[in-house]
């Protein structure tokens, strides 16, 4: 089985494909999250007292946000608790409102500070890392998988050098694509607030001004 062609060597493409799907499932997970996870953060440190037990309001309904971020609204699964879910949002300084017999109850919010946008964008880097850690795991044990044909004499010690190259630079592109698509939205989330974190994300965001200023230029 030695010396087979390059052509048959797979491991590049697998490989390929999987950073291809890790990337595509840390994007999708982006797109949801913005300015109203901030206002509904907020609502998961309240707490309400049903029966002598202090129970989280996020435990005792959902929360959402289906009209815009500054309009909240709970969908409480016991009615019994509307009552109670309601004074305690009006001693936290909330004014929400309930139509009678309905499950839902409505709390206008202002907009997030900057503290709370912060740490939405947090939440944004630690999938960005995650997302990173998964590419860097598809080609370790990729690596290692070559190493292992090798020995068995699957492929070639030329094939395995040519397939890792593959790997490396398949790496480095979806590596500074994870990291740019991370930042987009952490300047979308916080706007005049963002601010590079590092040197990857300085020359990046560099790169995206000039970008930005060729094309209003054109």
Not at 78 to 83: Q, V
Not at 188 to 197: C, M, Q
Not at 206 to 216: A, D, G, R
Request: hydrophobic share 35%.
């Amino acid at each position: 089985m030695a010396g087979r062609g390059k052509e048959e060597e797979g491991y590049s493409v697998e490989a390929q494909e999987n950073m291809g799907v890790a990337l595509e499932q840390f994007k999708e997970s982006l797109i949801p999250i913005g300015s109203e996870e901030a206002n509904k953060n907020v609502f998961a440190t309240i707490k309400i007292m049903i029966k002598g037990v202090r129970r989280r309001l996020v435990d005792l309904g959902n929360v959402d946000a289906p009209e815009g971020p500054l309009k909240i609204q709970l969908m409480i699964f016991n009615k019994e608790h509307i009552p109670l879910v309601i004074e305690q949002l009006k001693e936290e300084g909330f004014k929400p409102r309930t139509d009678a017999g309905s499950q839902y109850v409505k709390v206008d919010v202002p907009p997030p500070t900057r503290l709370q946008l912060m740490d939405v964008a947090s939440d944004v880097d630690r999938r960005t890392k995650s997302c990173v850690g998964t590419l860097n795991k598809i080609r370790s044990n990729t690596a290692i998988r070559i190493t292992k044909a090798v020995e068995n004499e699957f492929i070639d010690q030329r094939t395995a050098g040519m397939a890792n190259k593959k790997i490396e630079k398949t790496f480095s592109k979806y590596e500074v694509d994870a990291v740019k698509t991370g930042m987009l939205k952490k300047i979308d989330i916080l706007g005049k607030w963002f601010s590079p974190e590092n040197d990857q994300e300085k020359d990046l965001f560099v790169k995206i001004k000039k970008k930005e200023q060729s094309k209003q230029e054109n």
